[in-house]
């Protein structure tokens, strides 16, 4: 076998630190209610300049007791911010199927409709990342 083509395949990995991000987001209104989301990334090697994306899933805060929603999603690319640091933007729909946890377990909400809703938002700065000389 060719040496080079040992290596023709091989992924280069992106410049800089490990790290993922925090989204604070609020669900766009459906069915007279919104959800609160707390996302986490998972963690990528980028810089604020090299335009690297994160994939994320999560779901929503319960709104009012009743119910949850799902998702999954990607980042768009990096933005840099002064001092080096970086933020996505992270758009997108909700699973339409309501669940509600059931024991160790959830199921899914039969008495509330199918429904979606949109969200839109930006991660904070890095998190999860060395103190510089550590």
Do not use: C
Request: proline share 10%.
């Amino acid at each position: 076998m060719n040496p080079q083509s040992l290596h023709a395949n091989r992924t280069v990995e992106p410049e800089g630190p490990a790290h993922a991000h925090e989204f604070r987001i609020r669900t766009a209104p459906a069915l007279g209610h919104t959800h609160h989301m707390l996302l986490y990334t998972y963690a990528v090697n980028g810089t604020g300049e090299d335009g690297h994306i994160h994939m994320f899933q999560g779901h929503t805060l319960m709104a009012d007791g009743s119910h949850f929603h799902r998702v999954t999603g990607q980042t768009g690319p990096a933005i840099p911010l002064p001092g080096g640091k970086h933020y996505h933007e992270a758009s997108g729909e909700l699973d339409d199927e309501p669940f509600q946890p059931k024991g160790g377990y959830y199921t899914t909400m039969l008495s509330v409709p199918r429904h979606v809703h949109g969200y839109a938002g930006r991660s904070g700065p890095p998190i999860g990342t060395e103190p510089p000389g550590w």
